[in-house]
Structure formats: C-alpha cells, structure tokens
C-alpha cells in the first residue's frame, strides 16, 4: 500500500516537471519600445524602422506604446512590460531627467533597457550595467549646425542685411531642460562664434519641437523684430519648417527672408532644404541607429555577445551626423525612399 | 411462533454480523465529527470572509476615491488658479489694443504644459486676441457657435468646466487632435479704454485626468472607478468606447443622483457597492464600483482552501487513529488474553503499560475474579479429592479383615460347637446384610433406614461376639426412615461406643441408639454408658487427622464428621458430649433431605445445595 | 488489515487531492492564455489605431494576446501565405486576416483551417465554395457602404450627373471588398449618368504616380483610407471635392481642412473588438460560422465634432 502511494506521489512530481518544460518552448522573444510622442515624425520614422527589422526575425514579437508626452505614462508601460514578461525594453524617455524608476524596475527584473534619443545624464545610464544609450552626439549636431551657418555666411555676405558687421539672430529651442536642445543650442553658437562671425541675440522662444508652435513664436517674433532678423537658428528641422511657414504667412517678401536652419534631415526638412528655404540641416541617420537598436536588443534577448557592437563605455551606440546642403540633399532624399 | 423475522431481527442480524470494534466506533465517530467541525467552520469562514473581504473592498474603495477625488479637485484647482493669474495678473491689467499678454500666456504654458492644452482670448464675438502656443486659428472656426463659449457668456460669474471634447480651433501642422475638457470664464476687456467683454479659455488636457483614472482602475481590481459630471453624463469611464457603442451599459444616470457615500444597487443582475465622491466646484462624481458579493473564491484561493480542508482532514484522521488505537489496543489485548485464559493459555493476563486507567482497573479486577476463581476451583477440585478420600477410607474401613476374621471365627464355632446352626444362620445373614449396605451398590446416599439397619447388622454380630456383653437399642421412629443420610456413619460410632465405651466394663454396658426430626434437621444419638471420654482427648477427637485407630474399622469418627460436613456442609457433623465413668453420647447431626430419586443423585454430586 | 482498507482508501484519496491542488497551484496561471496573430494589409498605417484600441479593449476582457502582424512588406498574397506560416509556426491559437488579394484564396483557407481556427475580415463568405462553417468573418455591409457614398455625392451635387467625370481611387482592386465597392459605385454612377474618367489601383505610391498622368475630373472617389490618403494632395492642389471611404489621421485631418467633403467612417474599434471576441470564442468552444456587421457613420466637415462622431474619429485614450 505504502508503495502505491509513492509511486503515484513520483508520477505526480514528473508531470508537474514536464508541464514547466511544454511552456518554455512555446516562448517567444519579447521586446518592447516606449516612444514619448508618436506626433515627432523623427521618432516614428525611427520607432517604424526598429520594428520593421525586428519583424523579420523569426520568434520575435514587437509592441510599440506612445507615452503621450508623459513619464508617468511611459513608467507605466514600462511596468506593464516588465510583468508581462518581455525580454529587452526600448525607451525613448520623456523626461530625461527621470529615468530612476524606470531603471529600478529593469533592475528588479533582470531585464535590459536600450534608451534612444533622448539622451540621459551619464550617472544614471551607469547606475546598472544592463543599460544602453543609442543616439547621436547633440554637440556634434550642433557643432555642424554651426560650421554650416559661418560657413554659409563667409560666402553670402548679404546675409548681414543691415551690414552692420553682427549677425541678429533668434533661435528657436526644443523644450525647456532639454539635454539636446540645451547643447545644440550652445554648441551652434558658440561654433558660429569661434568662426569669427559677431552674432546679436535678438530673441529666443520655446517651440517644443514642434512645427506650429515654431510657426506661432515666430510670428510673434516677426511682429517684434520684423525684418531685422538676418537668421533663424532651429533645434530642429520641424521648427525650421514652422519658421518658414511663419515667413510664408505674414507675406515678407522672399529676399528679406532670414536664412533658417535646422537639423535631424527630415524628409519634409530635407524637401525645404532642396526648394532653398532651409540653408542646410545636419542629418540625423535614424536608419542607422533603429538598425543598432534592433541588432542590439536581439543580442540582449538571446543574451549573446556585444563585442561586435563596440560598444563605447561599454553602453553607448552613437552614429555620426552628417552635413547636409543643397548640394548633396539629393543624395540624403534618396536614403529615405 | 411467526415464521417471518421481523425487521427489528434482520436488523439485529446484520448488526451481529458485522460488529463494531472500539476503534472501529472511536474512528468514525472523530472522523464525522471533524468532517462536521471542518465543514461548519469552512461555511462559517466563507461567509465571514465574504462579508469581511466586501467591507474591506469598501474600505479600500472609499479610501482610494477620496484620495483621487483630492487628485481631481487639486488638478482641477490648479487649473482655475491658472485662469485667475492670466485673468487677474495680466489680461485686467492690459489695453487689449495696444498690449498683449502673450508673455504672460507663453511663461505659464511653458510651466503648465503637461497638464494643459492651450490658453486662449477671444473677444464676445469670437475673434482671437491672443493664445498660446499655437495662434493659428483654424479659417473657418466660429467659436460663438461652440459650447464652452455658450457656457461662459450665459453664466458670466463663473468658471465653467466642459465635457470632453476633441479641440477644434488651432491649425496644428501635426494633425494631432486633442481631447480637451474646457475651462471658460467671461472676463472684462480694456479695449481703448472700454470695458467690453471676451472669454478667456483654458483647454486642460483630458489625458491627464484619463492617466489619473486609469492608474487607478489598473491598480485596482476589486472595483474600478467612472466619472460623472452632475448631470450623469460620462466624462471618463474604462469602457467607453463600448458605452458609446452600446456594447456596455452603466447606470450613470442613476449614480448622478446619489449622495455621497456608499450605496448599494441592483443593476443588470449583479448586486454591486458603489461609492460616490462628488468633486468640488465642478459637481462632478467619481463613482467606484465594487461587486457586493466579491467571489473570494476565485481558483487560486479555492485551491489553498481545498488544499488547507485536505491536509487538516488527512492530519486529524492520523491523529484519530493514533488516539482511537491507543485507547482500544489495550483492550484488545486484555480481550485476547482472556480469551487465551478460558482456553487454558498459561500467559496469565495482559496488561498494556500505555492503557488508560479504567482499562487497567477492568484488567485488575478481571485478575482478582481470575485469582478467585483458581482458588475456588482449587478448593472445590481439593474438596472433591477429600471427599473421594474419606469415602474410600471408609469403605475400606468396612473390608477391615479383622473384623471379618473374628466374625467369621465366631461363625467357625458356632458351628462346630453344633446346636448353634440358627445363631450361625443369623450371623452369616447379618454379615451378608453389613456388606451389602456397606457397598450400597456403590451410592454414598442412602436411606437413614438401611443405615439404620446397617447399624443393627453391626450391633446384632457384636452382640454375639461380645456373648451378650451389653443391651443395646434402637429408636428410630419411622418418619425419618426415609429421609437421606451419608452411608457408614452410625457404625463407626457404634464401634467406638463398643470398644472405648462399654467392651471394659463389668456390669451391663448399654448403648442406646436414638433418632428424632425438629424442623430442617435430623438428630441421631449414639449414647453409651461407659468410661467416657477425657476432657483434653475429646477436644482433639474431631480435629486430629492423624489419630487412627487400630481396633476395628479405625476410620473414627473424624472421618465421620467429616464426611458428614463435606456432604452437607460444615453446620452439620457430630458433636461428643462425655463425662468420665458416666458415659458419652455422640449427636450426628444433618439436615433432614427426604429420599427422592432426585435429592440423591443431588446429594451425590454435590449439586443439591447450590439450589438455595 | 481489513480493518485498515477504509483508512488507506481515504488517506490515498486525501493524498491525490493534496497533490493536484498543489501541482494546480504550482502551474503558472500562463497556460490559459491564448495567443491571437492578426495579418491585415499595411498594418504601420494609422487606419489601424482604432482596430488596436478595439483589440485592447477585448484583449482586457479576455484571457488573450493579440499579435498585430507587421505587415509593411506584403505585397502578394504569396507574402501573406508565409507570414500566416510563420504564425503557425509558432504556434497561434487563432489568425484574423484580411486577405491583400481575393484571388485563389480558396486553397489557403483550406490550408488554415486545416491547422489553425481562423477569422476573415472584410469578406464574404459567400464567395466560397468550399464549406465555411469552421470561419468567422467581420466585415462592412459593402454594397451598403458605397450606396450611400454615392447618395452623399448626389446630395451635395445632385442626381444628375450627366457630363461630369469622376475619378475613383481603388487601392487594390483584387480584394473581394474594394471589388464590390468599385462595382457598386461604377453602377450608380453610370444610372445617374456620370463617365468614370479613370480608376488608379495599388500600392499608394502606385497610385499617386498614376496620378501623374491622368485629367483631371469633376469629383473623386476613395473606396478606403489608402485611397483617400494618395488623392488628398490631387484633390488639394486642383481643388476637387473628394469622397471616399476611411478613417485614418490624415483622412480626418482632410477632412477637417474641407478637402473630403464627406466620409464615411467604419467603426474600425468594433471590428477589432469584436473580431477578437469572436474568435476567443470559437477557440474555447468550436462554433458554427459566425458572420458580424459592422456599422459606420457618414461624417462631414461640419458634423465630425458631435459628441457621436467625435468618438468614432478620435478615439480616446490608445
């Protein structure tokens, strides 16, 4: 009798075993992408590619969330990720001074996180080894920016309308706190600076990347200044455009445009580049970095080697920026068919 | 008598048939009474737990709607304070025609713009004077026409708070379109100096309070959470999109009229706790909604209960056994070896060390009766060996050679002395009639008549021996002839009568034999006139079993008494009353048995006393 | 040991309960759920938000996982054949397609069906031979739906079209439900007189290249949000009233900018939540076919903000 019943005790043991071993291979890999606005054309241009790569691995499922423009959101998403089991979480944080939770719930479940494009300061990003940061340098954007603009300037020299020697300026910023609005901002300056150009701040505003908000400031700025602006600097090329835009509608006549710049080389950017609107805009190879993301996370979820990825600090992907004029937009348009 | 067994027998046979043991009964009575126990409590705890699990999910649901109502009405407040600085701090301060606030509507954005949409100023026929961040109206907007604007100019002293709504007003070049819950004031313009009027909107961003609302219906399971606005009207619930399709129902309408507090309501079958919390200055309601009779049992906790009964049955059922054996194994025991004891097991009783203490007293006891018992067999089994005994001394008295040899020498010379052939005769017969009331075929009852005539038999022969030495009579009256007495007593007495009594004397010996009835009892007296008998010897006569005689039959009459007190019993027996030179008289004295066919097989086996 | 059978009986009895209820506790509760993949044209299109909103939706009420397909790179139906072979592959407890071609599809329903449960969207069944009672399908009333785009154009226009040329838009006219809508509105725009000067088809690249070339016509005709979307920059630049059939962002942005004149909306949310629903249902319990209708809402400039529209053109929350 006893022997009966532990045989039937071991038969059980066994099939709670095999049970665990049936639901394991059912599983896929699992990864996740939190976008903070699915209105930034950049970012969806990035987000769709990432999933497009992802989508031709086999065994491989991708959600993509929009946080909405808010990080309680975007935790949020981040949590329901984490309990649902996903492999490699994706972040494009909407605040970037925000990170911490975020990263403490990676950090419980063992799970890695790729940040992009909204960059994070260095001490969080290493407050774990599983964190990864792929972007571009803000301050070689910027830095590019500028060399574009003095650059422009040494060879059109009516640029200075008023030909007072100094160049009178606004610029129109991303968001307020800003890693990448802050840098591009003062690395352009101060790259167009040290080229010898005297620039006159006449204004700044606040357009929140945003086209119409940069159209509505710029308005407001044009009201002001009129047509003593000689240049309009942009954190980015959808501000640019609403500039233009702002131009555009208040009927100044198209000699005494201000030259305007931006950067990330958009399409809608690049297209304002090539009918002579923008002067330049410095080209942000999203391609570049979605493929890195995709690469990377795979290589997280199936836990295999990073050395193939170089790894800086053993975190960061950056892909360089590139300068883009009417001379080459051609080329940069094609890249985006 | 009824052939057919009646239910009560049947049932009784059954019950034979199978009969319980203490174990079997200890075993199922505990396990009944757990199974009953477990299961009372089990119904006692789910319906407390129920009760308990809804007060607590109530609990929780107010704490959590009081705490997101101050979210809302903070929110909320924030807003109409950012409505009141633009208002106050800016736009009252200002000649709309030749200022703007746009500074002012910028900064506060900037600071405010998670939580709101836009700022706009519109004058009473709905141009735009000024907004942030985006001016850019739409061409063909006509704001007058839209209800916000309705709200404000109706109602001028107050703020109004709309329900949601899509933003429709700013040309945004990203074709986002905005849900927006709008907050709108009439306000007093400064138009060259003027007073006119205009409203000033503040377009709060509705995903904020949607992100609010939802946090709390995923955090919560147990009841999930709606807003109305006073009127009933939804203005953010979990299932809207179904609601609008009509694919879910809520009872709005009906919660837009309860107080605050808790309810109870009956809707689309289900019994459901709902508390309300109305949200300040906007009359709006949060409403949370928990199910009244929350399943505790969902599988999870269903199988921990299961599994708890389970391991709690499968324990106490241990236990009973443990216990059940431990009370009954020692009466078992003890049971067995009785059992073993009225076979003739020579293991003695068996006491188990664990039993419990009237275990142990039923096993003293049954060894105490066992004890008796042994004893009274062994008295009885030596009882019947004495008797055998001094049955067959007597009768081995009776075949004594000696007297035979002197009764026959008598006989001899009779005969050859000749002339004496009758008186031959009659001691030969005589003789005859000694031996075969002697034997008796073998009874040891016989009739006090043929002991009697035994008795004379013996007299008549010593008569002639002793040459008529002495008078001898017998008085025996005829009743108690037939009653029953023990064989070979008389003689024995006789005898000694004869040769202790009167065998010296010189005059005339005389023994008188008597017989008499009084009551129950029987007397017979054998009474001598001789030496009689000293104190000190007559003491010990009847005790000393080592004083045999040599003359005669010298059995004696302790054999006698004996003999007398094994058959009838120890009130019976003889008694010697002696005076020296007197005489002696010895009583016997037994109890008055009549001879029937059935008193003395009774008598014989010893049977006959144990009827009283 | 006969008085010990009851006893044994009942401790092995206890002992089996004890041992499923631990093993039933001890089994990830992740068993029960199912995992759904839905393969529908080009997926990344914002037409499609409302149908995942309405899968979410159902996706909360159900033990399930919806897996919306990316299907940016199908082109044929060939495409299509593998990425449902890859889906079962892995192991879907049920598909949800929208076929990108109608034709021969016969063969790869038979297929599916053969492995997998499965729910055709924007189909009839009707057109089926083979038996169908193991597929469910979700879909508009086409004939319905172009009736009544056309009685929109008729009101704003009037009923006699004679002389006026209208363009239509068909993104792929190989599917059973462009099909019916094309010839639908064709017949009613020939009784009421009207020349239909020209119908692009494909991919919406295809189509605005085709633009290129063709004259321009009196009115336009987009049969779904793709169509629309590739005639919305025609329709702008030479000012063309446009009609159609949609829902996406930039169609309702048109819209709004009185660039569509009228549109009829599906409630794209209903399909996914139903379509979800049902086949949630057939998973758990094989039933025979089932066919839903959904509705939708004819929307213009000036009614897109009621408080009805504004819900099925924008919905709340994601």
Known sequence: MRKVLCGLLTVMLFLTGCKEKIIEEKQKIRIGISYYDSYDPFIMELSSRIEKQLNECENVIVKSVDSEKSQSTQNRQVSDMLSDSYDVICVNLVDRTAPKKIISMAEDSNVPVIFFNRELVSQDLESWTRLYYVGADAGESGKMQGEIVSDYIKEHPEVDKNQDGKIQYIILEGETGHQDAIVRTDVSIQTISDAGIVLDKLSFAIANWNRSQACTKTKQLLSKFNTNIELILANNDEMAIGAIQALTETGIAKEQWPIVIGIDGTEDGLEQVKEGNMIGTVYNDGIKQADAIADLSIALAKNESLDSFNLKNGRYIRSPYQKVTIENVDDYLKLLQ | ?????????????????????????????????????????????????????????????????????????????????????????????????????????????????????????????????????????????????????????????????????????????????????????????????????????????????????????????????????????????????????????????????????????????????????????????????????????????????????????????????????????????????????????????????????????????????????????????????????????????QINPHFLYNTLDSIVWMIEEGGKQKDAVFMITELASLFRLSLSKGKTIITIADEIKHGKNYMNIQAVRFKNHFIYDFDIPEEIEKYCTVKLIVQPILENAIYYGVKNMDEDGEIHVKGWKENDDIYITVSDNGFGIPEDYLKTILSDTEHKKAHGSGVGLINVHKRIQLRFGEQYGISIASELDEGTCVTIHIPAVPYTEENQKALEEGTYFEKE | MKKNKPFIITVLILSIVIMSTIFALSSPTVENIYEISVIVPNSSNNMWNRFESGVREAMDNENVIVNIVNTTDMETLADQKNLIDKEIRNGTDGLIVEFISSNDTEKVVDDIVSRTNLLLLNTKCAMYDIDLKKVDTVTLDDELIATTLTSQLFDQVGRDLRFKRVGILANNVDQYNMKKRLNTVEDILDHAGAKIDWIVSGSSSEMEEQLKFVDIPNYMIGLNSVSLDSGIDFAKKYNIPLYGIGGSDQNVNALDEGIIQSMLVPDVFMMGYNSVQLMVQRIKFPHERKEKIIDFYTINKENMFSKQNESILFPIGD
Request: aromatic share 10%; charged share 20%; net charge negative.
């Open chain 2, 1 to 397: 008598m009824s052939e057919h067994k009646t239910f009560k027998d049947k049932f009784d046979d059954t019950c034979n048939f199978k009969s319980i043991s203490i174990q079997g009964l200890m075993l199922i009575s505990f396990t009944v009474v757990s199974a009953v126990i477990v299961f009372v409590l089990e119904i006692i705890f789910y319906k407390f737990f129920s009760i308990q699990s809804a007060q607590t999910i109530i609990q929780s649901t107010k704490q959590v709607t009081s705490q997101t109502t101050t979210n809302l009405e903070d929110y909320l407040q924030q807003m109409r304070q950012l409505s009141d600085t633009l208002y106050y701090n800016s736009i009252k301060e200002i000649d709309i025609s030749n200022a703007t606030c746009e500074t002012e509507m910028n900064m506060l954005y900037e600071a405010n713009k998670d939580k709101l949409i836009s700022f706009a100023l519109f004058s009473e026929d709905g141009k735009l004077i000024a907004a942030s961040p985006n001016a850019d109206l739409k061409d063909d907007v006509d704001v007058k026409t839209q209800q916000w604007f309705l709200d404000a100019v109706s109602e001028v002293e107050n703020l109004h708070f709309s329900l949601p709504h899509v933003q429709n007003l700013f040309d945004d070049s990203s074709i986002r379109y905005n849900w927006v819950i709008s907050l709108s004031r009439s306000v007093s313009l400064n138009d060259h100096g003027k007073m006119c009027e205009g409203v000033l909107l503040v377009d709060m961003n509705y995903s904020y309070i949607e992100q609010i609302l939802n946090s709390v219906n995923t955090d919560n399971t147990n009841f999930y959470t709606y807003l109305i606005d006073g009127s009933g009207a939804v203005i953010y619930h979990p299932k809207q999109m179904l609601i609008n399709s009509g694919d879910y129902k809520e009872n709005n309408m009906k919660a837009a009229l309860y107080k605050d507090g808790l309810h109870n309501e009956e809707f689309e079958g289900e019994n459901r706790n709902v508390v309300v919390d109305t949200v300040g200055y906007t009359g709006w309601k949060l409403v949370a909604v928990s199910s009244a009779n929350p399943s505790i049992y969902e599988n999870r906790v269903r199988y921990i209960v299961i599994l708890l009964v389970a391991v709690t049955f499968l324990i106490l059922m241990f236990i009973n056994r443990f216990i059940s054996r431990f009370v009954s194994r020692p009466l078992y025991v003890l049971a067995e070896s009785i059992s073993g004891l009225s076979q003739g097991s020579k293991k003695g009783l068996e006491i188990l060390p664990g039993a419990t203490s009237e275990v142990k007293h039923l096993g003293e006891v049954i060894h105490f009766y066992e004890q008796s018992n042994e004893r009274l067999v062994h008295d009885i089994v030596k009882e019947q060996d004495e008797k055998r005994k001094s049955e067959l001394d007597a009768l081995q008295a």
